[in-house]
């Protein structure tokens, strides 16, 4: 059964940083490009980082330079370090593969406050 747990969200003042880590089963983790996915308020969800299982990374225009995706392979772990964060950051996060998604986990709400 694949699981998806995220946490480390919280509110946080414009500027502000916060790491999200997201915890993986080995099914969807292992040899998966893993990616960190948000979805806004009446807004599709969107892929805004990804890190392949070799390390390469790839982010979306909107959060590049303020954003770093990191992964622990040993420990099926994703992390998201957002560092100097806007209003517009403000969304459910959501981790997941990229090339083969699995069921949703819950997300963790990150709120900016301007």
């Known amino acids: 059964q694949v699981q998806l747990v995220e946490s480390g969200g919280g509110l946080v003042q414009t500027g502000g940083s916060l790491r999200l880590s997201c915890a993986a089963s080995g099914s969807i983790f292992n040899f998966n490009t893993m990616g960190w996915y948000r979805q806004a308020p009446g807004k599709q969800r969107e892929l805004v980082a990804s890190?392949?299982?070799?390390?390469?990374?790839n982010y979306a225009d909107s959060v590049k330079g303020r954003f770093t995706i990191s992964r622990e392979n040993a420990k099926n772990m994703v992390y998201l370090q957002m560092n100097s964060l806007e209003p517009e950051d403000t969304a459910v996060y959501y981790c997941?593969?990229?090339?083969?998604?699995?069921?949703w986990g819950q997300g963790t709400q990150v709120t900016v406050s301007s």
């Open positions: 890190i392949a299982s070799g390390g390469t990374t």
């Open positions: 997941n593969a990229v090339y083969s998604v699995g069921s």
